[in-house]
């Protein structure tokens, strides 16, 4: 995406997901099923605004651990120690739960050249080599810290997405939303999973129309001043509309 569309143009969406399941998903173009499919929709116009915001909520905790060795989304070293032997040793009891219990201790990545932190979710470990494999990529040279699960804050965390999507609006109110929430917080939310809508609702407003889906991953940019997309896991991620 970030090589086909020019770096003044703002990409937000997500990953298809299939809810739980984790076995296959599809993208529908022209009333048809499709894998392997991006479908995108431009939006433009003089009296069109748009803006977006994207949040976690989670708590990170522990020192900063430099990433030594990676490969694409896989996790081989930190601070030069096997990765899966730290992640263990934080871990503790719930560690014998991976990689299920991963989805309630994600990482916060942190690229050298930016200053706010992108969520990393973990798919599978390899107990034989100490790897570790994530919904996306986690380059050497990045840092990262290890995140926990607050029920409150993942839930404040999608309120302040609300709110940071319709900064640039002023006292005007969005006519649409596209909430983008990652299938892992509806997991670990269950019956307060409503929790989330409900307070994105009442920041943006009753007369706002609230549309989307669950995903295997949030992409948009990591803060509103910026064009430049990013993969995200476990966030809550929402673009939001107004014309007038």
């Known amino acids: 995406l970030k090589g086909k569309i020019p770096s003044d143009v703002a990409v937000t969406g997500g990953l298809s997901g299939d809810q739980d399941r984790f076995q296959e998903t599809f993208v529908f173009s022209d ?99 100490k790897n570790m494999t994530f919904a996306g990529d986690v380059p050497e040279g990045a840092y990262v810290r290890l995140m926990k699960s607050n029920f409150n804050h993942l839930i404040d965390g999608a309120c302040g997405a609300a709110k940071m999507s319709c900064e640039s609006f002023g006292s005007d109110t969005p006519d649409l939303a596209i909430l983008i929430s990652c299938v892992g917080r509806k997991l670990l939310l269950k019956q307060r999973v409503e929790e989330e809508t409900e307070g994105v609702q009442d920041i943006l407003g009753k007369s706002a129309t609230l549309t989307g889906f669950y995903s295997y991953g949030e992409i948009c940019p990591v803060v509103p001043t910026e064009k430049e997309c990013e993969l995200h896991n476990q966030t809550m991620t929402i673009t939001t509309f107004l014309e007038r």
Not at 31 to 52: C, D, H
Not at 67 to 79: A, F, R
Not at 105 to 114: E, N, Q
């Open 31 to 129: 009333n048809l099923p499709e894998k392997n499919t991006i479908i995108a929709v431009g939006f433009y116009g003089e009296r069109l605004k748009i803006g977006y915001g994207s949040m976690g909520g989670w708590d990170s905790f522990g020192p900063d651990r430099l990433v030594t060795s990676s490969k694409g989304n896989i996790l081989y070293e930190l601070d030069g120690k096997p990765a899966l032997d730290l992640y263990k040793k934080y871990l503790g009891e719930q560690a014998k739960g991976l990689p299920a219990t991963g989805l309630l201790f994600p990482l916060s990545l942190r690229l050298k050249d930016k200053d706010t932190g992108l969520v990393r979710t973990i798919l599978s470990v390899n107990d034989k080599d």
